[in-house]
Nanobody
Framework: VQLVESGGGLVQPGGSLRLSCAAS????????MSWYRQAPGKEREFVAV????????NIADSVKGRFTISRDNAKNTVYLQMNSLKPEDTAVYYC?????????WGQGTQVTVSS
C-alpha cells in the first residue's frame, strides 16, 4: 500500500493550491479517503473526507466554503482543492485511506501560506 501526496508549496494569502494523493497497492474505490493536516505544535486534525464512490463528502467547518475534496477512481487519486488560503492553513497535509480496520497514511506534503 502506498499513498503519495503532492502539490504542496508556498502560496500567498488568498491564493490556491490543489493537493493530489496517488494511491497504489489496494482497491482504491473500496476505501474512504480523507485529508488531515498538522500544524507545528498542534495535533493532527481532520480536513475532509469522501466516500468510495465520491458521492458523499464532508468538510471541516474551519475550511468549509474554501476547500473541496474529490476523487478519480480511474486514476486512483484523491484531490484537495484549496482556495482563499489563509496563514492558519499552514500545515503538513496528509492523505488517509480507510476501510474497516485498515488505515493507511501518506508521508505528507507541506503547505505554507505566507506573504
Amino acid at each position: 500500500v502506498q499513498l503519495v501526496e503532492s502539490g504542496g508549496g508556498l502560496v500567498q494569502p488568498g491564493g490556491s493550491l490543489r493537493l493530489s494523493c496517488a494511491a497504489s497497492g489496494f482497491t482504491f474505490s473500496s476505501y474512504v479517503m480523507s485529508w488531515y493536516r498538522q500544524a507545528p505544535g498542534k495535533e493532527r486534525e481532520f480536513v475532509a473526507v469522501i466516500s468510495g464512490t465520491g458521492g458523499l463528502t464532508n468538510i471541516a467547518d474551519s475550511v468549509k466554503g474554501r476547500f473541496t475534496i474529490s476523487r478519480d477512481n480511474a486514476k486512483n487519486t484523491v484531490y484537495l482543492q484549496m482556495n482563499s488560503l489563509k496563514p492558519e492553513d499552514t500545515a503538513v497535509y496528509y492523505c488517509n485511506a480507510r476501510r474497516g480496520s485498515e488505515n493507511y497514511w501518506g508521508q505528507g506534503t507541506q503547505v505554507t501560506v505566507s506573504s
